[in-house]
Nanobody, 115 residues
Framework: QVHVVESGGGLVQPGGSMTLSCTAS????????MRWYRQAPGKQREFIAS???????NVAESVKGRFTIARDSPETTVTLQMNSLKFDDTALYYC?????????WGQGTQVTVSS
């Protein structure tokens, strides 16, 4: 019932910046947390960042200092600001939402870091 859509991905050069956006829609009540994950070819899905309903955020050590997560209005929208991008950041980035009624995932948006 809940639909999650990511956007903003594409091709970017090493050292560049990119901002991803995630929007959830549908029958949503009481958002607990929204998260970003990524999955590179041949790799397992990796946690990147999360932001809770109270505004507390967490960022994985692998991207800390370069990536920032923020919640926009409405509260079902979240962004991921990525700076100083590296080749290893190339992956399919997924958005995840936990609500009072369950969990939902988006289809992912591709980020490719290449010169």
């Amino acid at each position: 019932q809940v639909h999650v859509v990511e956007s903003g991905g594409g091709l970017v050069q090493p050292g560049g910046s990119m901002t991803l956006s995630c929007t959830a829609s549908g029958n949503i009540f009481s958002v607990f947390v929204m998260r970003w994950y990524r999955q590179a070819p041949g790799k397992q899905r990796e946690f990147i960042a999360s932001i809770h309903s109270g505004g507390v955020s967490n960022v994985a050590e692998s991207v800390k200092g370069r990536f920032t997560i923020a919640r926009d209005s409405p509260e079902t929208t979240v962004t991921l600001q990525m700076n100083s991008l590296k080749f290893d950041d190339t992956a399919l980035y997924y958005c995840n939402i936990w609500t009072r009624d369950g969990e939902a995932w988006g289809q992912g948006t591709q980020v490719t870091v290449s010169s």
